[in-house]
């Protein structure tokens, strides 16, 4: 099992950028897809991006698309989600998520090993 530690999280007003990260541990990363999810105060988890192993195929929620990217560097174990243009339905916890196979799906079932996750606000 891989363990998942999201970082980069914080505070923007609207239109802004961050860039989180998640770093992992315990297995290497890289034969398995990876993928970001968020959660907004009182709703459920959606989907967000995801990546395949080798960085070829890349898949985005229509609400992202444009605005974020997600990326990985194997080498370090770490994967990545630039964030721009934020709005302030962005807000949310954002969770880092591994998969168990090299290609990815958009549903939480496709994922294993999940993150605690960073708070990110966007303020208007």
């Known amino acids: 099992q891989v363990q998942l530690v999201e970082s980069g999280g914080g505070l923007v007003q609207a239109g802004g950028s961050l860039t989180l990260s998640c770093a992992a541990s315990?297995?290497?990363?890289?034969?398995?897809?990876m993928g970001w999810f968020r959660q907004a105060p009182g709703k459920g988890r959606e989907f967000v991006a995801a990546i395949n192993w080798s960085s070829s195929s890349k898949y985005y929620a229509d609400s992202v698309k444009g605005r974020f990217t997600i990326s990985r560097d194997n080498a370090k174990n770490m994967v990545y989600l630039q964030m721009n243009g934020l709005k302030p339905v962005d807000t949310a916890e954002y969770y880092c998520a591994g998969g168990s196979f090299p290609h990815p799906t958009m549903s939480e079932d496709g994922f294993t090993s999940w993150g605690q996750g960073t708070q990110v606000t966007v303020s208007s």
């Open positions: 315990g297995r290497a990363i890289g034969s398995y897809a």
